[in-house]
Structure formats: C-alpha cells, structure tokens
C-alpha cells in the first residue's frame, strides 16, 4: 500500500482540490479518499476548463478513479445524492462514487442547531453537531441510512482485500489553522485536518510516500474573529484573487503569510513537497509581505520572497517548493 496525502498548512481555501487535481493527472491510484470534514468544505478546480466545485466527492471521479468519503467525514445525504446527480448529468462515472458505511451522517436535525451559531462563525451545515454526537456515541451512521445503501462499502475490505496493492491519494479539508487540536481554539472546525486524520481513516502510517502541503503566498480566513489586515491592498487582494468562499459565498479576511503557523504546520504534518499557491496574485499588487513573529518583513521583489521562504522550507525538511501561478498547478 503507497499513500499519497494533501494537507492544508492554513485556514482552509488555499487550493488543495487544485493540487488533487493536478496530482490525479500525473500519478497511478487506484482510490481517492477524503479524509476529514464534510459539505462545509467546497473543493474548486477546473477539469477541461470547465469550473467545478464539489463538497462531498473526491476528484479521482473525474479520473475515472474510485473516490471514496472515509469514516473521519460527515456526510450530508440530500448534499451527496445532489452532487452525485450533477456529476452524472455532466457524464462522469458515478458508480465510482463510494462511502465508507461507518461514515457518520449529517441530519436536519443537526443543520438546524448549526444554524443558531453566532460566535464562532461555521459555515452553518451541521458539521459541528454531527461530529459531537458521533464522539458521545449517539450518531447516525451511512450504514443506517435507506438512500445511501446503493453507495455502501467496507473500506477495510476495500482496501485490504479487494484491491492488490491499492495506490490511494488522500484529500483533505479545511487547515491546520482551523484543526480542533492545533488551530486558534474556539475558531476551529470540528474534525483533524492533519496527515494524523488521514491514517485514522483505515492506512498505516508505514503506507505514507508523500504529504503535499498546501499553502497561498498570503493567508485567508473566513469566521468571525478580526483577521482582515488594515492596508487597503487586502481588499485589492480579495477582488484579484476572487477570495470568496465556495460553500457560503462570504468574502475572505485577508493578511499576510504567517511564517510561525507555516512551521507548525510543515512539522507536525511532516510535508515532503510544499506548494504555495496565488503568487500572481502578488505579483499584480507588486507588495511581497509576510509576518516573522510579531514583525512583517518585507521584500523588493517575488523571487526574493520565494527564495527565503524555499530556503526556511527547506531548513525543515522539506524536499520540494513549488510556488504556482494560475492556470499553473505544481
């Protein structure tokens, strides 16, 4: 068994479907499986040029790979089935489309005490009381629910006996920044989102060939804490970079990488190849910034910014930095 895992190193947003994408294209797996999270991610990547955002479904079923949503999700049944009949209209394979049946499931009822939040500003889909009820035993899972039955599959037998030595990329959602361990607590979401939740999702951690970090060359957040930079180039930024998000729509808070939380989150999650996406972004505004600590440092030019940060990167055990510019990927 290979696995292949992308982490976001941020606060969700930075391009993980894109790097997925791109990784699908150029390597052999036999699965794709989502690892944390459920349809308050919303995954957008461009197949053909055509522009297509998902929130359950991983992107192996664009590939004609089977693409599975492991048991560290939740899983929203009218959200699913509604993804999967799209994909279906637009002539992708479906059948490839699979979930774990000790997925745990996301009901009304859970949406609907989502939606009274106020502080912590989630995106409202009934994330956080879903995976509360699965850790206090009293949730419900895929296996117990009629309408997904046809999408059913032990992914220990899948994995273990159905497939002879499975090649699996492992796709995740939202940031190190927002994981419920690791991230600025109480603004986080409600699942791991490190290399750590991937292997709870059925791989040992002697499987692990890569882990792809994902980042952008500036930091985005969206929630309720002050995170918007004073400058008005932040707003620019927004508008350049189209910086709103794919599941609520809401604008994204915008400052400067965080050089400290970048470190954390190659550390912890062990990143071999560290790609930082929307340079060009930065490159339009003509500003190359990020925060040391409590101080911005400030650069002449984008390739004296990329050559610090590749060198501190590298300083860490990182084996590769790609910095990507649109249509670019890796």
Request: net charge negative.
């Given at each position: 068994m290979?696995?292949?895992?992308?982490?976001?190193?941020?606060?969700?947003d930075s391009g993980k479907g894109k790097v997925a994408h791109e990784l699908c294209k150029k390597e052999d797996y036999t699965?794709?499986?989502?690892?944390?999270?459920?349809?308050?991610?919303?995954?957008t990547i461009y197949h053909e040029n055509e522009k297509i955002i998902t929130h359950h479904i991983p992107c192996g079923v664009f590939f004609g790979i089977k693409s599975i949503i492991g048991p560290g999700c939740v899983v929203h049944p009218e959200?699913?089935?509604g993804e999967v009949?799209?994909?279906?209209?637009?002539g992708f394979d479906t059948s490839l489309i699979k979930i774990s049946s000790n997925t745990h499931v996301i009901t009304d009822f859970h949406v609907a005490q989502d939606k009274k939040d106020t502080?912590?500003?989630?995106?409202?889909?009934g994330n956080g009381p879903a995976y509360r009820d699965k850790y206090s035993r009293k949730g419900v899972r895929a296996i117990d629910v009629p309408e997904l039955e046809e999408y059913l599959i032990d992914i220990y037998h899948e994995l273990y006996e159905e497939t002879e030595n499975p090649i699996i990329l492992f796709e995740g959602a939202q940031g190190f920044g927002l994981d419920v361990d690791w991230g600025d607590y109480p603004y986080v979401t409600s699942s791991h989102c490190t290399v750590g939740s991937a292997l709870l999702n059925g791989v040992p951690a002697s499987a692990v060939r890569n882990v792809w970090g994902v980042a952008k060359v500036y930091e985005t957040y969206v929630g309720q804490k002050k995170f918007h930079g004073d400058d008005k180039v932040f707003d620019e930024i927004r508008e350049l970079g189209e910086e709103y998000g794919s599941t609520t729509g809401r604008a994204r808070q915008?400052?400067?990488?965080?050089?400290?939380?970048?470190e954390r989150a190659i550390n912890v999650n062990g990143v071999a190849k560290l790609v930082l996406n929307k340079a060009d972004i930065l490159d339009e505004v003509r500003k190359w910034k990020i925060f040391e600590g409590l101080y911005v440092k400030e650069f002449d030019?984008?390739?004296?910014m990329e050559e610090w940060i590749t060198d501190r990167a590298l300083e860490l055990g990182v084996e590769e930095v790609f910095f990507s510019r649109s249509p670019k990927a890796i």
């Amino acid at each position: 068994m290979i696995a292949d895992i992308v982490v976001d190193l941020q606060y969700g947003d930075s391009g993980k479907g894109k790097v997925a994408h791109e990784l699908c294209k150029k390597e052999d797996y036999t699965h794709v499986i989502r690892y944390n999270g459920g349809c308050n991610a919303g995954h957008t990547i461009y197949h053909e040029n055509e522009k297509i955002i998902t929130h359950h479904i991983p992107c192996g079923v664009f590939f004609g790979i089977k693409s599975i949503i492991g048991p560290g999700c939740v899983v929203h049944p009218e959200t699913f089935i509604g993804e999967v009949e799209n994909l279906k209209n637009m002539g992708f394979d479906t059948s490839l489309i699979k979930i774990s049946s000790n997925t745990h499931v996301i009901t009304d009822f859970h949406v609907a005490q989502d939606k009274k939040d106020t502080e912590i500003g989630t995106t409202k889909r009934g994330n956080g009381p879903a995976y509360r009820d699965k850790y206090s035993r009293k949730g419900v899972r895929a296996i117990d629910v009629p309408e997904l039955e046809e999408y059913l599959i032990d992914i220990y037998h899948e994995l273990y006996e159905e497939t002879e030595n499975p090649i699996i990329l492992f796709e995740g959602a939202q940031g190190f920044g927002l994981d419920v361990d690791w991230g600025d607590y109480p603004y986080v979401t409600s699942s791991h989102c490190t290399v750590g939740s991937a292997l709870l999702n059925g791989v040992p951690a002697s499987a692990v060939r890569n882990v792809w970090g994902v980042a952008k060359v500036y930091e985005t957040y969206v929630g309720q804490k002050k995170f918007h930079g004073d400058d008005k180039v932040f707003d620019e930024i927004r508008e350049l970079g189209e910086e709103y998000g794919s599941t609520t729509g809401r604008a994204r808070q915008i400052n400067w990488l965080d050089m400290d939380l970048l470190e954390r989150a190659i550390n912890v999650n062990g990143v071999a190849k560290l790609v930082l996406n929307k340079a060009d972004i930065l490159d339009e505004v003509r500003k190359w910034k990020i925060f040391e600590g409590l101080y911005v440092k400030e650069f002449d030019a984008a390739q004296d910014m990329e050559e610090w940060i590749t060198d501190r990167a590298l300083e860490l055990g990182v084996e590769e930095v790609f910095f990507s510019r649109s249509p670019k990927a890796i």
